[in-house]
């Protein structure tokens, strides 16, 4: 099932990356400030132009992908986030992630983001666990994954770096 163009929640409005969002997508992936806990995945505007392509194209291919984060208010993009399609330790899964500005941490959007995430993917993929993969110094995104449910079942070491691997257990 593909995902809907658009899901809202009580404050976020989640849609499709669009053409129109790369200069944000871009802006939030290249900022620094953005990257406080997994410094490994800072990327360059050249590498985040490329990341926005390959996220697109996850929705052409495999009709899921990471979302636009707006607020429902007043429209103003806040993040990137969602779930798609993802490989690890040789098993497909779905991988659930965001990126958010800093001026929207601590309110609760990644949760309520992730929470529609989790009802889309168990709806509608249901034979593909779902995986939060963070920096293992990433203390609110571990939270984020223990306040969901997640259950910590891998930690390793990517590109030099400790990194930890949750997983949503089947219900």
Partial sequence: MIQPDEIRTERLVLSRLEPTDADEFIAVHSAPE??????????????????????????????????????AGTAEVIGFGGVRHSVEEGEPVLNLAYRLWPSAWGHGYAPEMAGAALSWAQRNRPDRPVVIVTDADNAPSIRVAEKLGFALVLERHRDGRPEVLFRLPAR
Wanted: charged residues 25%.
């Fill in 34 to 71: 953005a990257y406080p806990h997994d410094g490994w995945s800072r990327r360059t505007e050249e590498q985040a132009r490329e990341l926005f392509v390959n996220f697109r194209q996850n929705w052409a291919v495999d009709g899921i992908g990471y979302w636009t984060i707006r607020l």
